[in-house]
């Protein structure tokens, strides 16, 4: 507990209480400063967008993953959903570079446009909603898909009124983990967005450069956005599954 | 019953099947497996020299020697810690359980960047709240290798734990209960009963641990002070050479590094399946 | 008839489930599909529902070849083992499924899915979720929502196996008085002899991924057609090589007829008002169940030598013609 507290929860506080150090008027003006602004705009705007994405794919991925039959390549797949969680967030963004950058093989260049960013986070997000929505979806009770065919639902239908909503919660759930993450993306920005101030520059890199700067009440007044962003996304993830679980 | 376990509706062949199969195998075609497999083919562009150029260098090798290190340090912490914390969230209920619960997932959805923050504020040499008198003490963290040890055990902080709790939750106290019974104390009954069940949830837990320490970049960034041949980590090369228009040196450590990532989730991979027999 | 089964086969890998399955499945009445687990009679029943498709052969219901029929267009209701409930959605609106995707009008789903909830007793839990009801209750949901459609054969798959025994009982008569009011073609599986007894007006006997007898429960239990059924459908124990059932012996401390078997009790088990003796003969120990007035008139014990004979006009199966099946069976 004493660890927990020197290691985690002591730090935080110290954000917390820096950010409010000077005041409440001190905080608003860091984190509307207009270049702050912008990157709070485009980091949450992004991660948002990406999150969509992620709730679209990321059950068809899941899907693939658990009702097709066995295919070549299958194995593969599997093992691909979770090499952005392992890799080294630098190292996906140099990954991510070596496709889509200056050397690109398919002759598409976004570096340092904000398209980069929407790529930086679809990839260190993509495997959250799978991994959320895979063991639900492996577990569903095929009966009730069955029992809905017998009652005349159609393939369309029994996915929509019988599947969706048993997916929902998990779905929820991954999307919420997925906005956090891409939210407090970092590492693989630096080489692949050039971190241009108003144009490309996402949340953490502003709160950097402060650190960089000395000016460590405002990136502790950042910082504390972000936190905020991430306690709401776990107590709500918690109260989906507390849901889940009372629904039996 | 043998025939309720048989095979289930039909599974159609349809064009929607294959359709899906197109989209997601080129979805992730596209988004990660030609992407990793063009570092790789990058690193290795002008044959193994710039592998070798990296292994020649010493403040390479001293980053790489480093980044080891502090992951296998890191790993210990989190995995004694880890485990430790588990027990004590799945069999005793203590007011604030539900709380520290919550407070164990912020590493995984919290900015790199604002964990380096915190640790600065705390452990900050000059301004923070206990760098002056550790300092005095002639303690120095930030800018100094404690500092990346506690930011990468700050980061990868949950993985053991969410691997473990959940098979904590499965196994049940009956076993355990029933060693007590027999007459065992708490330590034999933690070494010779609980121990096992865990065993593979701590494995995987440790790997996906190693994978994250040894990856970690923005919260060790800001504390490390990133001093060549001192605190740099393999990570921090990685972008230092990337641009400083080192490309090959870049593209060979990434490698490296991407080379025990792969591994790491590979060996979770194989040696899941097995378990959830 | 009303689902007529023709040369069925189906194997799922190198396992035959079902080996030129034909049966006709007469409409109105109750009919039980009864056998071992694994003898192949789910599988039939999947079949029939469309869930499953034959490798060969075909199936029609009500005079329709529905062999290529998906399941959406059979006009079944199935009731499965594990209920099946759609867990998200209300009692009422489970009920209702089948009448919304036939887009009946609201003001007649709503009075059909009233008077279904009256019949299966469940009124006051309309509003319920599934995971708020019992067993049972889940059960006689499935039920309800499966005859909400009007389906033309209702088929239920081990509808009582995952209840315990009380239940079981209480549902079986009850799904009996059911069928007596809406009279719908009904097939059920099960591999509890009892409850096809009981509840069934004919029984199909599945084993194997074979049918090996089809009749009225009286004329399996009085006739089987092989050791198999007689074994499957009650007691048996062996009276030199005749099979019979411990209910059908006779025994007498008199002299010994012909054809009487010498014999010593050597143990004596009261289950209630029933008494198994376990008779010692030369070659074989056999087991006679009596009531336990007859046993007390007898006026015997455990030591006793009596005489055993088989009841006049008793089927008996010959144990020696047959003598795979029994090794099989024991």
Same mark, same amino acid.
């Given at each position: 507990?004493l660890?927990?507290s020197?290691?985690?929860l002591?730090?935080l506080?110290a954000?917390i209480?820096?950010a409010s150090?000077?005041g409440?008027?001190?905080?608003?003006?860091?984190?509307?400063?207009?270049q702050?602004?912008?990157a709070i705009q485009l980091?949450v705007?992004?991660?948002?967008?990406?999150?969509l994405?992620?709730?679209?794919m990321?059950?068809?991925i899941?899907w693939?993953l658990?009702?097709?039959e066995?295919f070549f390549g299958?194995?593969?797949?599997?093992v691909l959903?979770?090499i952005p969680?392992a890799?080294?967030?630098?190292?996906?963004?140099l990954v991510l570079l070596?496709l889509?950058?200056?050397?690109?093989?398919?002759?598409v260049?976004i570096?340092n446009t904000?398209v980069?960013?929407?790529l930086a986070?679809l990839?260190v997000?993509?495997p959250?909603v799978?991994?959320?929505?895979q063991p639900? *979806?492996?577990?569903?009770d095929r009966?009730?898909?069955e029992?809905?065919?017998?009652l005349?639902?159609?393939?369309?239908?029994?996915?929509?009124? /019988? %599947?969706?909503?048993?997916?929902?919660?998990?779905?929820?759930?991954?999307a919420?983990?997925?906005f956090?993450?891409?939210v407090?993306?970092y590492?693989?920005l630096?080489?692949?967005?050039g971190?241009?101030?108003?144009?490309?520059?996402?949340?953490?890199?502003?709160?950097?450069s402060?650190i960089e700067?000395?000016?460590l009440?405002?990136?502790?007044?950042?910082?504390?956005?972000l936190?905020?962003?991430?306690?709401v996304? /776990?107590?709500a993830?918690d109260v989906i &599954?507390?849901?889940?679980?009372?629904?039996? | 019953?043998?025939?309720?376990?048989?095979p289930?509706v039909r599974?159609g062949r349809?064009?929607?099947?294959y359709?899906?199969r197109l989209i997601?195998t080129?979805?992730?075609v596209?988004?990660?497996?030609?992407?990793?497999?063009?570092v790789? #083919?990058?690193a290795?562009?002008?044959?193994?020299?710039?592998i070798q150029?990296?292994? !020649?260098?010493?403040d390479i090798?001293?980053? *790489?020697?480093?980044?080891?290190?502090?992951?296998?340090i $890191?790993?210990v912490?989190?995995t004694?810690?880890g485990?430790?914390?588990s027990?004590l969230?799945?069999?005793?209920t203590?007011?604030g359980r539900r709380l520290?619960n919550a407070?164990?997932d912020?590493?995984?959805s919290v900015?790199?960047?604002?964990?380096g923050?915190?640790?600065?504020?705390v452990?900050g040499?000059r301004t923070g709240?206990?760098?002056?008198t550790?300092q005095?003490?002639g303690?120095q963290i930030?800018f100094?290798t404690?500092g990346i040890?506690?930011a990468?055990?700050f980061?990868?902080l949950p993985?053991?734990i969410?691997?473990v709790?959940p098979?904590?939750?499965?196994?049940g106290d009956e076993?355990?209960?029933?060693?007590?019974?027999l007459?065992?104390?708490?330590?034999?009954?933690?070494?010779r009963i609980t121990l096992?069940?865990?065993k593979?949830?701590v494995?995987?837990?440790v790997? *996906?641990?190693l994978?994250r320490s040894?990856?970690e970049f923005?919260?060790v960034k800001?504390v490390s002070?990133?001093?060549?041949g001192q605190?740099?980590t393999?990570?921090?090369?990685v972008e230092?050479?990337?641009l400083?228009f080192d490309?090959?040196?870049?593209?060979?450590?990434?490698?490296?590094?991407a080379?025990v990532?792969v591994?790491? %989730?590979?060996?979770v991979?194989?040696?899941?399946p097995?378990?959830?027999r | 008839?009303?689902i007529e089964i023709?040369?069925v086969?189906k194997?799922f890998g190198?396992?035959?489930?079902?080996?030129?399955?034909?049966v006709s499945?007469?409409?109105?009445q109750?009919?039980?599909?009864?056998g071992?687990?694994g003898?192949?009679?789910?599988?039939?029943?999947?079949?029939i529902a469309?869930l499953e498709?034959?490798?060969?052969g075909r199936v029609e219901?009500?005079?329709?070849?529905a062999?290529?029929?998906?399941p959406q267009k059979?006009n079944?209701g199935?009731v499965f083992?594990?209920? $099946?409930a759609?867990?998200?959605l209300?009692?009422?609106?489970?009920?209702?499924?089948g009448?919304?995707?036939?887009?009946?009008?609201k003001?007649? /789903?709503r009075s059909?899915?009233?008077?279904l909830l009256?019949?299966?007793?469940?009124?006051q839990?309309?509003?319920?979720?599934?995971? &708020?009801?019992?067993?049972g209750?889940r059960q006689?949901m499935?039920?309800?929502r499966a005859?909400?459609v009007q389906?033309?054969v209702?088929?239920?798959?081990?509808?009582?196996?995952?209840?315990?025994?009380k239940?079981?009982?209480?549902?079986?008569?009850?799904l009996?008085?059911l069928?007596?009011?809406?009279h719908?073609?009904?097939v059920?599986?099960?591999h509890?002899?009892?409850?096809?007894?009981?509840?069934a007006?004919e029984i199909?006997?599945?084993?194997?991924?074979?049918?090996?007898q089809?009749?009225?429960p009286?004329?399996?239990y009085?006739?089987?057609a092989n050791?198999f059924?007689?074994?499957?459908?009650g007691?048996?124990?062996?009276?030199?090589d005749?099979?019979?059932?411990?209910h059908?012996?006779? %025994?007498?401390t008199?002299?010994?007829?012909p054809? !009487?078997?010498?014999g010593?009790?050597? #143990?004596i088990?009261r289950?209630g008002?029933? /008494?198994?003796?376990?008779?010692t003969?030369?070659?074989?120990i056999?087991t006679?169940t009596?009531t336990r007035?007859?046993?007390?008139?007898l006026?015997?014990?455990?030591?006793?030598?009596? &005489?055993?004979?088989?009841a006049? &006009?008793?089927?008996?199966?010959?144990?020696?013609g047959?003598?795979s099946?029994?090794?099989r069976a024991t």
């Amino acid at each position: 507990m004493l660890w927990f507290s020197l290691l985690v929860l002591i730090p935080l506080t110290a954000v917390i209480v820096t950010a409010s150090g000077n005041g409440w008027v001190e905080f608003w003006r860091a984190v509307t400063n207009e270049q702050t602004a912008a990157a709070i705009q485009l980091t949450v705007g992004t991660a948002f967008l990406v999150t969509l994405v992620n709730i679209v794919m990321g059950t068809m991925i899941a899907w693939v993953l658990v009702r097709d039959e066995r295919f070549f390549g299958k194995r593969a797949l599997e093992v691909l959903i979770d090499i952005p969680f392992a890799l080294p967030t630098i190292v996906a963004g140099l990954v991510l570079l070596s496709l889509y950058g200056p050397d690109s093989p398919l002759g598409v260049n976004i570096a340092n446009t904000r398209v980069a960013v929407f790529l930086a986070f679809l990839f260190v997000t993509l495997p959250f909603v799978v991994r959320t929505v895979q063991p639900v *979806l492996t577990e569903l009770d095929r009966e009730a898909e069955e029992a809905a065919a017998s009652l005349g639902a159609s393939r369309f239908t029994i996915f929509r009124r /019988i %599947i969706l909503p048993s997916l929902t919660p998990a779905i929820a759930a991954g999307a919420a983990l997925s906005f956090a993450r891409g939210v407090s993306e970092y590492g693989s920005l630096v080489l692949l967005s050039g971190n241009l101030p108003m144009r490309t520059e996402v949340t953490s890199v502003r709160i950097l450069s402060s650190i960089e700067n000395d000016n460590l009440e405002s990136a502790a007044a950042v910082a504390a956005v972000l936190l905020a962003i991430s306690f709401v996304v /776990i107590v709500a993830v918690d109260v989906i &599954q507390r849901r889940v679980v009372r629904r039996g | 019953m043998a025939e309720s376990t048989a095979p289930r509706v039909r599974t159609g062949r349809r064009p929607s099947t294959y359709l899906l199969r197109l989209i997601v195998t080129g979805y992730l075609v596209l988004l990660v497996a030609w992407p990793v497999f063009l570092v790789g #083919r990058n690193a290795f562009a002008d044959g193994t020299t710039d592998i070798q150029a990296i292994l !020649d260098d010493p403040d390479i090798v001293h980053a *790489l020697q480093l980044t080891v290190l502090v992951a296998i340090i $890191a790993v210990v912490i989190n995995t004694v810690f880890g485990v430790g914390i588990s027990i004590l969230l799945v069999r005793y209920t203590f007011p604030g359980r539900r709380l520290l619960n919550a407070l164990l997932d912020v590493p995984l959805s919290v900015s790199p960047i604002v964990v380096g923050l915190a640790l600065v504020l705390v452990y900050g040499g000059r301004t923070g709240w206990f760098g002056p008198t550790l300092q005095n003490a002639g303690i120095q963290i930030i800018f100094a290798t404690p500092g990346i040890v506690l930011a990468t055990v700050f980061v990868a902080l949950p993985l053991v734990i969410r691997e473990v709790v959940p098979v904590l939750e499965e196994v049940g106290d009956e076993q355990e209960q029933a060693a007590r019974s027999l007459g065992a104390n708490a330590i034999q009954t933690f070494r010779r009963i609980t121990l096992p069940a865990i065993k593979w949830g701590v494995i995987y837990g440790v790997v *996906l641990s190693l994978a994250r320490s040894l990856g970690e970049f923005g919260a060790v960034k800001v504390v490390s002070g990133n001093v060549l041949g001192q605190t740099r980590t393999a990570t921090l090369v990685v972008e230092e050479k990337y641009l400083n228009f080192d490309r090959g040196g870049a593209y060979a450590t990434a490698f490296l590094l991407a080379l025990v990532a792969v591994a790491c %989730i590979i060996v979770v991979s194989v040696i899941r399946p097995k378990d959830q027999r | 008839m009303s689902i007529e089964i023709k040369n069925v086969a189906k194997r799922f890998g190198g396992f035959v489930a079902l080996d030129d399955v034909s049966v006709s499945i007469p409409s109105g009445q109750l009919t039980a599909l009864l056998g071992p687990s694994g003898g192949g009679k789910s599988t039939l029943l999947r079949i029939i529902a469309g869930l499953e498709r034959a490798d060969s052969g075909r199936v029609e219901i009500e005079g329709l070849d529905a062999t290529d029929l998906p399941p959406q267009k059979r006009n079944v209701g199935f009731v499965f083992q594990h209920y $099946a409930a759609f867990k998200h959605l209300s009692v009422h609106r489970n009920v209702a499924f089948g009448l919304e995707i036939r887009k009946r009008p609201k003001a007649e /789903i709503r009075s059909r899915v009233e008077e279904l909830l009256a019949l299966v007793h469940l009124e006051q839990f309309a509003d319920r979720l599934p995971s &708020q009801l019992s067993g049972g209750q889940r059960q006689r949901m499935a039920l309800a929502r499966a005859l909400a459609v009007q389906p033309t054969v209702l088929l239920l798959d081990e509808p009582f196996g995952a209840l315990d025994a009380k239940v079981r009982k209480e549902l079986r008569e009850w799904l009996r008085r059911l069928h007596d009011e809406v009279h719908v073609t009904t097939v059920f599986v099960t591999h509890d002899q009892e409850e096809a007894l009981e509840v069934a007006d004919e029984i199909v006997v599945i084993n194997e991924g074979r049918v090996e007898q089809i009749g009225s429960p009286d004329d399996l239990y009085d006739q089987p057609a092989n050791d198999f059924v007689m074994r499957f459908l009650g007691p048996v124990t062996q009276l030199g090589d005749r099979l019979v059932r411990p209910h059908d012996l006779q %025994i007498h401390t008199g002299a010994p007829d012909p054809a !009487d078997v010498t014999g010593r009790i050597t #143990r004596i088990t009261r289950i209630g008002f029933e /008494i198994r003796a376990e008779i010692t003969t030369s070659d074989q120990i056999v087991t006679v169940t009596l009531t336990r007035n007859e046993f007390l008139s007898l006026n015997v014990e455990a030591g006793s030598t009596v &005489q055993v004979r088989v009841a006049p &006009q008793i089927h008996a199966g010959s144990a020696t013609g047959n003598r795979s099946e029994i090794l099989r069976a024991t």
